[in-house]
């Protein structure tokens, strides 16, 4: 009984090593090969085979130290390489980074004829990158990317078909400045902007004064326009009013009556014809010392005559009218 329980401890102990070392052994002879995927199989660095066709492939070879296999992927990858330092035409430090998009199509050219083909594309790139953008202006670069796009993967196509590898997309996904000049680009912006404002008031007022003036010709012209056409209403109103003579002289009395100053006129009441003449009740308000000075020298002579004309005749009244 104990014999047979060893037996099977002993079996399933063998059974559990014996199962890793028949996979260890198999996978020693096999190669296997994924979708998109080729492997190389080299002795002594010389390529021998290709294995194109995914799946198992049995090699009695493959397990000699004197062979190697080299797995090469064909699906699309990318890189993308960061902080690439460029000066553009005015000697501006230009900060850019590169998103490459590509595959391989010679897996025999990307193992052999490259020794360290990501090193070699940012070589290539910064190369092409350098050499283009290095002819144009900041302000260029910001409004042409996606002509430089096509510019540097025209200029690096050669070179990676040499490689084997072809290169599907390049764009710039980033560009920036150094920040001191980043400043400097800024405040330069800032001082345009104050400028385009300043012309932009400055145009505005213009117009605003232009428009203003304008305006007040055209609105002298109706005022001048509107005077001469009252006027001639008022000519065509007296036409009409001659035509009635007793309205015509009621309107003239009244406009004579109209042009008579109430604070310079006097009205006199209780003389007779006979008591005053016009010329005595002509000037019988007293007049302020500025007024008879702004009289001419022979007015005032004639208005002081007039004044004691006028109180002899009053004393004389008086000294009547107490006999009588």
Sequence with gaps: ??????????????GTIAIPLIFLFCKAFIIQVDNETNILMCRFGKLIKIYTKPGLHFCLEKILPTCQTISVSLKKDFRT???IHINDLSGTTIIIDLWVEFNITSPVKAAFQVENLEKSLQSTLTSAATSILGTLEFKQILSNRNALNQKIKDEIKNETLRWGITVDKIFISKLSLLPEVSQQLFDTVAARL?????DIEEVGRLDAQLLEAETASKVAALVAEAKGQYSLSIGKAYQKLAQNPELFEAYTRLYE????KPHRTIAFQGFANEEMIAM????????????????????QNHFMQNISQKNSFSHKKNEISPES
Excluded: C, N, R
């Design 257 to 260: 009556y109209s042009l008579i």
């Design 280 to 299: 005595q009740g002509s000037l019988p308000q007293i007049l302020s010392y500025d007024e008879t000075h702004s009289i001419p020298p022979h007015t």
């Design 81 to 83: 390489f960061e902080e």
């Design 1 to 14: 009984m104990k014999h047979e329980i060893l037996q099977i401890i002993l079996g399933i102990v063998l």
């Design 194 to 198: 104050e400028k385009a404002k300043a």
